[in-house]
């Protein structure tokens, strides 16, 4: 039997290119730390390595990356998401400039491999199925090759429990597990689907309170994020976890406060509601995308279209969980008054944090391939955007149907609204009349980093910070506070995540403004090509 030789991993987590809407740098400055999430996949990556290689990890979002820490490594690991994407290729040429073997991986260079090739080694797909093939070839001497594995095929049963030793938790608002992965739907715009599969394979119940309780031996009290891309998408299995994280809470005395992101059908099952109340979830993400039935028809997200979505969000309110929502502007079927259309709904559902952002065709979806077959997808699509506020602020990587400057002006209408302080204030303060925390942990753990900073001296910080705001935060926080104390911590939460997109949104509006005025400056198209336009859009 050959003994693992001891091997130097270094890895390093790429730096997001560009701040975005789910940054939060300014509230993260708040709570005094320096990113809102921790790098899950590579933790999980390094507990699958043999016990004879030794593990240094460098969030380069966080911390430096010195001479020293290439000199120590045998081999460096890196990968990421496409925002990070040409930090990622900026540390592949300088492992190989230190003559390290870098090995990539993760969603990115798994959608979009090609562009890669200057890594020494790429492992594409998930590491479960693939790993132990690159460690014997390593360690038999070969120092490059490609490693793709079977497609959703996984057993996420024998993933073993991350490395959270490899983290600093103060660097972070908020620690992640993941219990699924996969999602039944087939939203034609998405690509998790396509890394994952659409049938959600789910960890034990047992593994779950193992990392849980690895966690807690380590100290950690407060925010852990289930980072599934949907979480209910195994109801069955999930009804029988969460009684057991409900009383594995109850009996640690609840020092974790839960989040997820799920499909908006779980409106739908009161059961599920009550235990994800009972086990403490105060939040949850869910993509909305657009409030028109015919869109969301068109894009493949029918599930949104058998519902009033505004009633469905506000039962989840009823269970004492806060929304956040995803929304997207640029699709084919919009009407000319969208704008207003998704105003009106973000006012009525009473949604504080929208996420609103351009289309944008991800590698290897199934909205990519249809606009690479109708003539329409530019060319570069699967090169993340380095200039500009974001990913969304250069979204619209394809000819669209409806003119671009209205697209971009509906974008912009959206943003002034939403993210005025007015409307923000008072979408947060409509929210917590709406939230019924009864079945949830009224305080905080001790220990739990977002009890550093107080909530006045939060609310003030943030107001001081943004003039602007002071007068309708201020109430806001006022009003909740009269209400009950449990409405005031979280409303206190929502004030802070102002801090950031307050500010982000004027950035993304001066960014739209911009690709305004290019268009108004390009010359005008000739006739015969403007008549053969709408041909290829439509071919």
Request: aromatic residues 8%; negative net charge.
């Amino acid at each position: 039997m050959t003994v693992p030789q001891p091997c130097n991993v270094l890895m390093l987590y790429p730096l997001f290119s560009a701040e975005s809407f789910w940054s939060f740098g300014e509230s993260c400055k708040l709570m005094g730390v320096k990113r809102p999430a921790a790098p899950l996949g590579l933790i999980t990556v390094a507990a699958m390595l043999p016990e004879s290689w030794t593990v240094r990890l460098i969030d380069c979002n966080t911390g430096p990356l010195g001479d020293e820490d290439l000199a120590w490594a045998d081999v460096v690991f890196t990968g990421g998401m496409m925002p990070q994407q040409a930090d990622t290729l900026r540390l592949i040429e300088l492992c190989r400039a230190a003559g390290k073997p870098v090995v990539v991986g993760g969603p990115d260079a798994t959608s979009s491999p090609h562009i890669y090739e200057r890594a020494d080694f790429r492992v594409l797909g998930e590491a479960e199925s693939v790993i132990a093939e690159f460690i014997a070839a390593w360690e038999g001497g070969a120092r490059s090759g490609v490693f793709t594995a079977p497609k959703f095929q996984a057993d996420v049963t024998s993933t073993p429990v991350p490395r959270f030793d490899l983290l600093k938790f103060e660097d972070y608002l908020y620690l992640g597990v993941q219990y699924s992965r996969g999602c039944p739907f087939t939203c034609e715009f998405c690509d998790i689907i396509e890394l994952y599969g659409r049938v959600p394979r789910t960890k034990t119940n047992a593994q779950m309170l193992v990392e849980l309780d690895r966690l807690y031996a380590m100290g950690y009290r407060g925010h852990l994020d289930f980072v599934d891309d949907n979480f209910i998408g195994n109801k069955k299995s999930l009804r029988l976890f969460l009684p057991q994280l409900a009383e594995w809470q109850r009996a640690h005395g609840y020092p974790f406060e839960l989040s997820t992101e799920a499909s908006v059908n779980l409106a739908d099952d009161p059961e599920l509601l009550d235990l994800m109340g009972a086990a403490n979830f105060f939040a949850v993400f869910v993509g909305i995308e657009s409030p028109d039935p015919a869109t969301l028809v068109a894009m493949r997200k029918k599930q949104n279209t058998r519902r009033n979505i505004a009633e469905s969000i506000h039962k989840i309110y009823a269970a004492g969980m806060l929304v956040t929502a995803g929304f997207i502007v640029g699709f084919d079927n919009e009407k000319a008054s969208m704008a207003e259309a998704m105003i009106e709904f973000i006012e009525e559902a009473a949604i504080p944090v929208s996420m609103v952002g351009l289309l944008y065709a991800l590698p290897n979806t199934q909205l990519t391939r249809r606009l690479e077959r109708e003539g329409r997808l530019h060319a570069g699509h699967d090169l993340a955007p380095t200039l500009g506020a974001d990913q969304c602020t250069s979204g619209i990587n394809f000819d669209p149907i409806r003119p671009l400057r209205d697209i971009l002006m509906d974008y912009k209408q959206v943003l002034e609204h939403i993210y005025s302080p007015a409307a923000y204030a008072s979408r947060v303060d409509r929210l917590m009349t709406l939230l019924d925390r009864s079945r949830q942990r009224h305080e905080l753990a001790e220990g739990d980093i977002r009890a550093k900073v107080g909530a006045m001296e939060t609310v003030h910080r943030v107001v001081t910070a943004l003039p602007e705001a002071r007068g309708p935060l201020w109430q806001t926080f006022m009003n909740c506070a009269k209400r009950d104390t449990t409405s005031a911590r979280i409303a206190v939460q929502m004030i802070a995540g102002y801090a950031h997109l307050g500010p982000f949104s004027r950035k993304v509006i001066d960014a739209i403004d911009g690709r305004l005025a290019e268009l108004d400056d390009q010359t005008v198209v000739p006739a015969a090509a403007a008549a053969a336009a709408p041909a290829r859009n439509l071919a």
